[in-house]
């Protein structure tokens, strides 16, 4: 039974990476040809001519676009079918631009809600870290992380648009509440969050037009902003688990638990601070700015221990509740919540205790990777994987929701590269020649060769 | 093991935060004291389907449909936005070589403590006390948590438009407020839907059952199914095979209401352990700044 379950899991595994990845792979490949196209063309003194009777404007458009990143226009090139898909979307309604159905009416889309608000759980998690607990040490990371949580919120709100079936109607939220659903808890929280994130993200760029006043003004408030922003990301990262308190009867005994806010709450903490991690690297790259590698491993050292604590509570609930066999009887259940718990919080525990890894950004960033790859399972399983099958009803997303949902994720990184070419997000880190010194100064070389 | 004061006050936080957390998921009865459960305040009326006197002649769709202006339509046998109560089906066979067909009326429940109710994000969904889940067209903004939060997948949403709405049977709210029975009650040839207060209903159906000939079986489908229905159900064979959900005593909503109203206790626990941390650990700093200016000051002499 066993093998056979594994076997399948497999192949739905690969179903679904093969019919998600093949549209994203296809899109990707024909602005890599575009751009390749453009580029040639550039080079050919040929045309410099006809560049030259092109406006002034034209031309400092041009040259800035090419002192963006090469791989810019293909992701921009994503984004723009996505905004096509989405005018689609609310223009045909969602039972023609869908596939949910009567059994499965959310889908893709809230999985990446899930995921993504964990993911974006970063921003509070530093926040407080840096302004309450006032480890000054990682104030540096904090705008990058920011950004990413805002972008991360942002998006989320778009996708939560696209997925109403009353989209003219959002506002409804606010002048119509019923304090008894986590609907309305979550969306209360995010509104307001992203207003908190908006506020905490603002020097950026007052900094960039030297609004001194208003700049002063935000640092006088940080501290009740950070408070505030952390007591909202606590209610709203816990209420999305409660969103699936009273799907008691959808959701696999193996993910359903009263205390599934809990977990939510936990396991979005492990994600905020596996994606500053990553992010580390992924800017050194990038950016060629960072922060320093020796306080990303120390923020990676609270990993274990979060992890630790979600998996104690995980494994806890299944104990108390008698459900602890569920673990191994549960066929093709049983191999989802394995891989979560294996991938996601054993691989990563033991992980983070090398010192080589802590060193390491690209050992860090497998490691944080590794860390979100769980967590994004998670969140998957819970709004979708391990809900009950319903007779005669199965679903996967149509090539629209998967459109969208790569066009909002190209929004992020477009968006998120522009700001960090022109605004002044990287303060106080550090550029690889920097961290070169320093580390020459730290850790003298081996004697003369 | 060595500890700082500022790992102390780290550890002091967490376990603040980590208590709140646990505020969410203490036990139902100490978390729902502020909660506002409400008590009806007239008598809960539901109907009383007695599958056994069913013949599935379809009758309580088609006066479903012209009552709720909807086209009539026969040959809906699952839910639809155009067909909120309809006869399904059932093959009641063991034997899979000999199917026995059994006609059953299905449409919304009507629960007593419903969690479509407790989950419409915008309130949409209401409970009446006299027994109907309502519903408001003006105010859903077409969310679906309804569909995923009813143990009896009721709702059911406009596909095929291009602005969705839900859709599903309200016991016929209107009509009952006019002093009519339901439509489909009303429809019923051989008399097999009972509308009525649901004690009575609960009474009659436990006289069906105990001083009959003993062709029912000994359980009211809805009598305590998650909390308990206003629309009831007796059966001659099992419910789970004429597809009935197997279901829990406890209300979800129940357990929803407790977790979402200790809201304001988690808000307000959090608010206050974060700014505690933060005044604790700016005082340290600040004392520990003091005493080494002090320090350097006198060795200075």
């Known amino acids: 039974m066993f093998p056979q379950d594994l076997i399948d899991g497999f192949i739905v595994l690969v179903m679904i990476s093969g019919r998600i990845g093949f549209p994203i792979m296809l899109m990707l490949a024909l602005g890599y040809w575009l751009q390749r196209g453009l580029r040639t063309e550039d080079q050919q003194p040929v045309l410099e001519p006809s560049r030259r009777v092109m406006p002034a404007w034209f031309r400092r458009i041009a040259s800035e676009i090419e002192s963006l990143p090469a791989w810019l226009p293909t992701i921009a090139l994503v984004g723009l079918v996505g905004v096509v898909a989405m005018i689609y979307r609310l223009w045909v309604g969602l039972g023609a631009a869908t596939n949910l159905n009567q059994a499965y009416p959310w889908g893709l889309w809230i999985g990446f809600d899930l995921f993504m608000v964990a993911f974006s759980g970063g921003a509070f998690t530093l926040a407080t870290l840096v302004y309450i607990f006032q480890m000054h040490r990682f104030h540096a ?3 990058p992380t920011v950004l990413t949580g805002l972008l991360g919120y942002i998006s989320v709100l778009v996708i939560l648009m696209m997925d109403l079936g009353r989209w ?16 309305f808890e979550v969306s209360w929280c995010i509104l307001l969050y992203t207003c908190v994130l908006v506020s905490e993200f603002s020097p950026v760029i007052l900094e960039k037009f030297k609004w001194q006043r208003a700049v002063a003004l935000i640092r006088k408030i940080t501290i009740p902003l950070v408070i505030i922003g952390s007591t909202l990301s606590t209610l709203h990262q816990s209420s999305l688990g409660s969103l699936f308190v009273i799907m008691s009867e959808r959701l696999h005994p193996l993910w359903y638990t009263p205390l599934i806010p809990v977990l939510f709450f936990v396991s979005s903490v492990a994600a905020g601070i596996a994606m500053v991690v990553a992010g580390a690297t992924v800017s050194y790259w990038v950016f060629k700015r960072s922060l320093p590698q020796r306080l990303a491993g120390d923020l990676a050292l609270f990993l274990p221990w979060v992890l630790g604590i979600y998996l104690t509570l995980k494994i806890g609930e299944l104990l108390a509740s008698g459900e602890i066999e569920l673990i191994w009887t549960s066929g093709f259940y049983s191999v989802l919540f ?5 991938i996601g919080v054993l691989i990563p525990i033991v992980w983070f205790q090398f ?12 490691g944080a990777i590794l860390v979100l790859a769980g967590i994004f399972l998670n969140r998957f399983d819970v709004a979708w994987f391990a809900l009950k099958p319903v007779p005669g009803y199965t679903y996967f997303p149509s090539l629209a929701e998967i459109l969208i949902q790569a066009g909002v994720i190209a929004g992020i990184i477009l968006v998120y590269t522009l700001v960090g070419h022109y605004l002044p997000l990287f303060e106080g880190t550090i550029t690889p020649e920097e961290e070169k010194r320093t580390r020459r100064v730290l850790a003298p070389s081996p004697a003369a060769e | 093991m060595n500890m700082t004061r500022r790992d102390f006050l780290k550890l002091c936080g967490a376990g603040t935060v980590v208590l709140s957390m646990g505020a969410k998921v203490a036990p139902q009865d100490w978390a729902r004291v502020g909660a506002s459960v409400p008590r009806p305040t007239r008598p809960s009326n539901g109907v009383l ?4 006197k069913c013949i599935g002649c379809q009758q309580c769709q088609i006066a479903c449909q012209q009552s709720k202006n909807l086209p009539v339509d026969k040959t809906k046998r699952a839910l639809c936005p155009v067909a909120p109560s309809v006869v399904k089906v059932a093959n009641v066979s063991t034997d899979p070589d000999k199917p026995a067909l059994k006609p059953v009326k299905w449409q919304c429940m009507n629960c007593v403590n419903p969690s479509c109710v407790s989950a419409c994000t915008v309130g949409a969904l209401q409970k009446r006390d006299d027994g109907p889940v309502v519903y408001d067209s003006n105010r859903c903004i077409g969310c679906r948590y309804c569909m995923y939060a009813c143990p009896f997948g009721i709702p059911t949403f406009e596909w095929d438009k291009q602005l969705s709405l839900i859709s599903k049977c309200d016991g016929c709210a209107s009509r009952r407020d006019q002093g009519k029975l339901p439509a489909c009650v009303e429809a019923c040839p051989t008399k097999a839907l009972t509308y009525g207060n649901r004690d009575e209903l609960l009474t009659i159906a436990n006289q069906r059952i105990y001083s009959g000939d003993g062709s029912y079986v000994r359980h009211i489908y809805g009598e305590h199914e998650v909390g308990g229905t206003t629309m009831l159900y ?3 064979v099992p419910f789970e095979r004429l597809g009935f959900p197997t279901l829990p005593e406890v209300a979800p909503a129940e357990i929803n209401a407790a977790i979402m109203h200790s809201t304001p206790t988690i808000a307000v626990g959090m608010a206050l352990a974060l700014s505690g941390i933060y005044w604790l650990i700016k005082r340290r700093d600040r004392l520990e700044a003091q005493l080494a200016n002090n320090q350097n000051h006198n060795g200075g002499h």
Not at chain 1, 176 to 183: G, K, M, R, T
Not at chain 1, 338 to 342: G, H, I, N
Not at chain 1, 359 to 364: A, E, M, N, Q, V
């Open chain 1, 168 to 183: 003219d109607r959002f506002y409804h939220f606010i002048i119509y509440p019923n304090i008894n659903s986590a609907l």
């Open chain 2, 49 to 52: 389907i007695d599958t056994t």
């Open chain 1, 141 to 143: 990371a904090l705008r």
């Open chain 2, 234 to 236: 007796l059966a001659s």
């Open chain 1, 355 to 366: 010192k080589r890894v802590l060193k390491s950004r690209t050992l860090s960033l497998v």
């Open chain 1, 338 to 342: 394995a891989a979560e718990l294996v």
